[in-house]
């Protein structure tokens, strides 16, 4: 249709030896599912990763070449000793800064967004969730307790708790790339 918006968005899912496997698949599964255009970087000088409980991923491109694009979101699966890496990675850490001077997207789970994002200040003033063990939550300026609060959105800042509310995490950023409409179409498909 003349005038209709083309634009695909983009998400990239950061990965490093250590994510949890579900909380990156999940992810990137169900945002191919609804149209999202996702591309997966490894913060390692390898593009093969091996995630926390042993499953080995290839990633698409070294976090290096993703620095000066564009992203509609950047997602942060979680995962120990993953999510240290990660905020280990300066690169990883400039295409978050510029994320959230933008305004735009950034979703994290589990051990992320205490390992993560708080550290760098991109919590501050926001609610959110993570794992619920002592040593994240306290890491958080502002947790979400509710044990029903499975994803807590605030502002461009999407939060989950672990492996088992991937699913909704995911969906919830779907819904946030693609509307709310793709989101129920896809939970539909999925049987969600």
Request: proline share 5%; with cysteine.
């Amino acid at each position: 249709m003349p005038g209709k918006d083309t634009h695909i968005p983009t998400a990239l899912v950061a990965m490093a030896n250590g994510t949890e496997e579900m909380e990156a698949v999940v992810v990137i599964d169900t945002l191919v599912r609804a149209g999202v255009n996702v591309v997966t970087a490894s913060v390692h000088d390898i593009l093969q990763v091996k995630c926390s409980r042993g499953v080995e991923i290839l990633t698409n491109v070294n976090i290096k070449e993703c620095a000066e694009k564009d992203w509609d979101c950047v997602v942060l699966p979680g995962g120990m000793p993953g999510a240290e890496h990660l905020q280990a990675s300066p690169t990883l850490k400039h295409i978050l800064n510029d994320q959230n001077k933008a305004g735009k997207l950034i979703a994290a789970i589990c051990a992320s967004p205490a390992v993560i994002l708080a550290p760098m200040g991109i919590l501050e003033g926001k609610k959110a969730t993570c794992y619920p063990a002592e040593k994240f939550i306290n890491a958080l300026p502002k947790y979400e307790a509710r044990e029903s609060l499975v994803v807590v959105e605030d502002g461009n800042i999407i939060t989950s708790k672990g492996p088992g509310t991937a699913l909704i995490f995911a969906l919830k950023i779907a819904g946030k790339l693609m509307g709310d409409d793709v989101e129920e179409r896809v939970a539909r498909e999925m049987l969600a």
